[in-house]
Structures are given as structure tokens and as C-alpha cells.
């Protein structure tokens, strides 16, 4: 089955700066990859995907890239703010009915102001 | 939309219990998720369902676990006997269910701990 990683488990960054976020998955038929931000005390919520059949997609201050050769993704968040301090969830998917995520075990972002 | 609901939000019992966790879906979502999240482990899934059918229960960590969907709306999670592993927070998640992938929507967790 499928297998998702995050490194590194935690990121501390300087508000203002750029944080970057990445995943590495093993399935090569993969090709859905959404990022998911969960906020303490709170469920996880979509901030952006990717499809396989682009290798970036932006809104706004975030980003994804993708890498499928190298079978990983990355999220970008520039113009830090301590808003932007959670858990974010990197997951993958195969298309297909009754398609389920593979979720990595998350990041800690903080941003210190 | 109220989105994703869930009950309890917290649930303090003691081992050898029976707990059960309820969750309704958005309204009109086909599929629902049920995760479980740890420190160690992050967010496993459990069991999903689709058209209240459950599809993959390969994630059940053993038979004292238990899930149903009786009808479109509504959803439990059921441990018997609870044990002191058990304690995490349980997520219950919905989604359209469209051949693509599509993005699930969260509910805000039940925080189980078994004493």
C-alpha cells in the first residue's frame, strides 16, 4: 500500500520568512496529493491540492509543487504569519471509486512573531 | 452547511468500558471517513464508507472496534472493551464520494481518553 513521509517533524520559522514543507510518497500511481492544516483543537481542512498532471499550483501566499519522477511534493508558504503556526498533513491518493487519502504522520509549523 | 458533526467532543471512561463515538455527515456526502489520531502514529484511517456501505475496514485495529452507518446521516464508532491504547482523538471525515478523488471535510474530533 501506499506509504507517506514528512520531514522534518517539526519548523520554526521567523515571521515573514518562507517556510517549506515536504513529503515523500511510494506509490507511483499516486496522483492526487492534498495539504490539510489542522489547528489546535480543530479538525484538519483542505488549504490546497495537486493533480498529477501539473507540477504547481499556487493561492495566494501557498504553493504546491510536484515531483513525480522523484515521487515527492512540496508546500510552500511565503509571507509567513503566526497564523499560519499548526499541523500540516501532507496525503495521497490513486483515482479511482472510493478513493482513500494516505496521510503522513504531519508537521509542526510554528512562526514566531 | 454545519459541516461535519461530531459527539462528544471529550470522553473520559475507564477501561473495560463500552464507548461510542457519533458522527454526521455533510448533508448530500456519499462517502465518510473515520481516522484515528496519536502522537506516535498520526492520523490512521480506520474504516470508510460509501453510499453507507463500508467499503475498507483493513485500518480496525482488532475486534473490539466497530463501526456502522445506518443510514446516510448518521455514523458510530464503536469500542468494546475500551482499553487505555485506545485513547486518542477519533475524527470522523465526509466527502462528495466522486470517482476522483475529492476533498474530505473534517469534524472537530472526539478527544476519548480511557482511564
Known amino acids: 500500500g501506499e506509504n507517506v513521509e514528512q520531514h522534518p517533524s517539526t519548523l520554526s520559522v521567523q515571521e515573514g520568512d518562507s517556510a517549506v514543507i515536504k513529503c515523500t510518497y511510494s506509490d507511483s500511481a499516486s496522483n492526487y496529493f492534498p495539504w490539510y492544516k489542522q489547528e489546535l483543537g480543530k479538525g484538519s481542512q483542505l488549504i490546497i491540492d495537486?493533480?498529477?498532471?501539473?507540477g504547481e499550483k499556487k493561492d495566494q501566499r501557498i504553493a504546491v509543487t510536484l515531483n513525480k519522477t522523484a515521487k515527492h511534493f512540496s508546500l510552500h508558504i511565503t509571507e509567513t504569519q503566526p497564523e499560519d503556526s499548526a499541523v500540516y498533513f501532507c496525503a495521497a491518493s490513486i483515482s479511482g471509486a472510493n478513493s482513500k487519502l494516505t496521510f503522513g504522520k504531519g508537521i509542526t509549523l510554528s512562526v514566531r512573531p | 452547511d454545519a459541516g461535519v458533526i461530531q459527539s462528544p467532543r471529550h470522553e473520559v471512561t475507564e477501561m473495560g468500558q463500552e464507548v461510542t463515538l457519533r458522527c454526521k455527515p455533510i448533508s448530500g456526502h456519499n462517502s465518510l471517513f473515520w481516522y484515528r489520531q496519536t502522537m506516535m502514529r498520526g492520523l490512521e484511517l480506520l474504516i470508510y464508507f460509501n453510499n453507507n456501505v463500508p467499503i475498507d475496514d483493513s485500518g480496525m485495529p482488532e475486534d473490539r472496534f466497530s463501526a456502522k452507518m445506518p443510514n446516510a446521516s448518521f455514523s458510530t464508532l464503536k469500542i468494546q472493551p475500551s482499553e487505555p491504547r485506545d485513547s486518542a482523538v477519533y475524527f470522523c471525515?465526509?466527502?462528495?464520494?466522486?470517482?476522483?478523488?475529492?476533498?474530505?471535510?473534517f469534524g472537530p474530533g472526539t478527544r476519548l481518553t480511557v482511564l
Open positions: 471525515a465526509s466527502s462528495r464520494g466522486t470517482p476522483q478523488p475529492d476533498t474530505q471535510y
Open positions: 495537486i493533480r498529477s498532471n501539473v
